[in-house]
């Protein structure tokens, strides 16, 4: 059975840099059939797709925080990662990582997801 | 980027009950990438359905999915306690991805 599990800070100064990490264990990083994500939930609010990497490290990202944002993936430790810059208030979230899985003809979706971090940007 | 604009915003509805949930699309998406989660207080997402109207592994058939172009449709054929919940669409057909505000589904 596929798991992911992020890990990272808690709590995150303005203006500073967040990194997390997800570690997918019981399969393989390396899919070919696979990309690997980052949504992201403020309390009490819906869902928001952060951005994706496959395992050759091609990425997407979302354009409202291209410019803020890093994803790369770690194939031999089974692990992705983001980075995410210039944190306001506004990026106080819970973070969670998830497979997207799927293929052309029964289509995508985020069939794998982590627990989810909370991480709240505060002085 | 796709709007998916989802309604009703809250329903509510008693055990046994049908629930219809809707989700609209701003522009016309393929219905292999259009997908449906559920999501319990402190939980992650669970996904229900892919491709519009299959059920992922271990759904039961109460929950099923339906649509085309830009309108899609969640049924729960009988509710069950354990169906309260916020449930969000979701399209992965066009970048970015995005998510409907959710249809959060309520004890009556």
């Known amino acids: 059975q596929l798991q992911l599990r992020e890990s990272g800070p808690g709590l995150v100064k303005p203006s500073e840099t967040l990194s997390l990490t997800c570690t997918v264990s019981g399969g393989s990083i390396s899919s070919t059939s696979d990309y690997w994500a980052w949504i992201r939930q403020p309390p009490g609010q819906g869902l928001e797709w952060i951005g994706s990497v496959y395992y050759s490290g091609s990425t997407q990202y979302n354009p409202s925080l291209k410019s803020r944002l890093t994803i790369s993936v770690d194939t031999s430790n089974n692990q992705f990662s983001l980075k995410l810059t210039s944190l306001t208030a506004a990026d106080t979230a819970v973070f969670y990582c998830a497979r997207r899985g799927g293929d052309f003809w029964s289509g995508y979706r985020f069939d794998y997801w982590g627990q989810g971090t909370l991480v709240t940007v505060s002085s | ?108």
């Open chain 2, 1 to 108: 980027e796709i709007v998916l604009t989802q309604s009703p915003g809250t329903l509510s509805l008693s055990p046994g009950e049908r629930a219809t949930l809707s989700c609209r699309a701003s522009q016309s998406i393929s219905s292999r990438y259009l997908a449906w989660y559920q999501q319990k207080p402190g939980q992650a997402p669970r996904l229900l359905i892919y491709g519009a109207s299959s059920r992922a592994t271990g759904i039961p058939d109460r929950f099923s999915g339906s649509g085309s172009g830009t309108d899609f449709t969640l049924t729960i054929s009988r509710l069950e306690p354990e169906d309260f919940a916020v449930y969000y669409c979701h399209q992965c057909g066009t970048s970015p991805d995005t998510f409907g505000q959710g249809t959060k589904l309520e004890i009556k």
